[in-house]
């Protein structure tokens, strides 16, 4: 027993040496001031620290706060440890194709990039849609998949950036007798009356909560012209039992009966990996019950 205890004493000696030898060895806790009389540290010069708090404050204007905390600096290590530096690497990475600024004066900036960038995309789509206008007879209806959604885009941003080239597709499929779908399958009930109002056929993967936020009875009756593809969440379809998935279907359908020729029931964007064969099962029987 008096040797357990004198091991035990001796241990916890030990401990409290190196305890001791530790502190004395870690930096002294620095105030506000004493901290920004500190030499930067490495690998991050001032220069480059501020350039970096401007470009997350441009950013912050055209992304928002939810994205904003997604973007991806590059890595520090590349490249000479100055802003001027940095300044341009991330320039080249994010704004190189973008050699001249629409506005007066000139200049490059992410301000002047988005807007050039959804242009050049939207540009960039119109040859497709030409070789789909002269496709023959046989091909009636083409998808786009835009992915529209509120998370990436304001109503603004939509009516000025996507609105248009949507109608013009929609106008050159419409020229051939071709019908256009476009697949939209994010938040859009802050987007109803914008989708509403450009000149595609139809709408895919419409999707309820809480993947989506739009029930496909609300976007029937928003958009009277329009055919909607959806309506059923991939996450309730992948969790549901077998009886809850034929309640979940059942109401779905019943809920937009009276605009139902206008309604193709399916998942509102992908089936969900592991979603049992059996609930997707049910939603064929349970359509077949109703057309």
Known sequence: ?????????????????LRRQRASTRPARLDGRDRLAQPPRAGLGRG???????????????LGHDRLDRFEFPDRSQGPDDGQGLHERWHSRYAASFSQSPRAGG???????????LAALGESDLGLFEICAAAPATAEAF???????????????????????????ADMLHATDKIYITHMCGKLSGLIKQIGACRQDGIDSICPPQSGDLWVCDALAAMPEKIMIGGLEPVALATMTL???KTYVRKVILDSWKMRDRLIVSTGDATAYGTPIENMRAVSEVISEFY
């Open 143 to 169: 998808f786009a998949y835009e992915n529209t959604s509120t998370t990436m885009l304001s109503p603004r941003w939509f009516n000025k950036y996507c609105a248009p080239y949507i109608n013009k597709y």
């Open 1 to 17: 027993m008096t040797h357990a205890r004198r091991g035990a004493g001796q241990r916890c000696e030990r401990r409290c040496g």
């Open 48 to 62: 480059a620290l501020r350039e970096r708090l401007r470009y997350r404050r441009e950013l912050h204007h055209h």
């Open 243 to 245: 009886a809850e998935t």
């Open 107 to 117: 200049g490059n900036s992410l301000s002047d990039a988005a807007p050039m960038m």
